[in-house]
């Protein structure tokens, strides 16, 4: 039991554990019915059928970052997968070498076209 350690706690702890305790003994702790209603303080989610690169947030049709910053803008073209997610070749040639899924649906990467 948490009486029988002897270790210091700081004192926010000790109000931690009295909390845990008092839930646990009220009826509505385990109560299924507790969340009735949530409201989503914020939410965010990436339009995949947009024109910028996923791992850059780049527009498709300019260099990637990577591209910019060495001034190689022959290289930088636009590469889609079988899932129709398209990146820059430069971002996703990166990115498999760590993950070989698409960055947003997560299906396995294999090349569908590459161009612009």
Request: some cysteine; glycine content about 2%; aromatic content about 12%.
């Amino acid at each position: 039991t948490l009486t029988s350690l002897d270790i210091s706690f700081p004192v926010y702890t000790s109000n931690i554990f009295a909390l845990c305790r008092d839930l646990r003994q009220t009826s509505y702790y385990y109560s299924p019915s507790l969340f009735q209603k949530w409201n989503a303080l914020a939410t965010w989610a990436w339009d995949v059928d947009c024109d910028t690169c996923a791992i850059c947030r780049v527009h498709l049709m300019e260099e990637c970052l990577r591209c910019q910053a060495e001034a190689s803008t022959a290289d930088c073209v636009v590469v889609w997968g079988e899932c129709n997610h398209a990146f820059h070749n430069c971002c996703m040639s990166q990115w498999v070498r760590q993950n070989n899924r698409c960055p947003l649906c997560q299906q396995d990467w294999v090349v569908q076209r590459i161009g612009r």
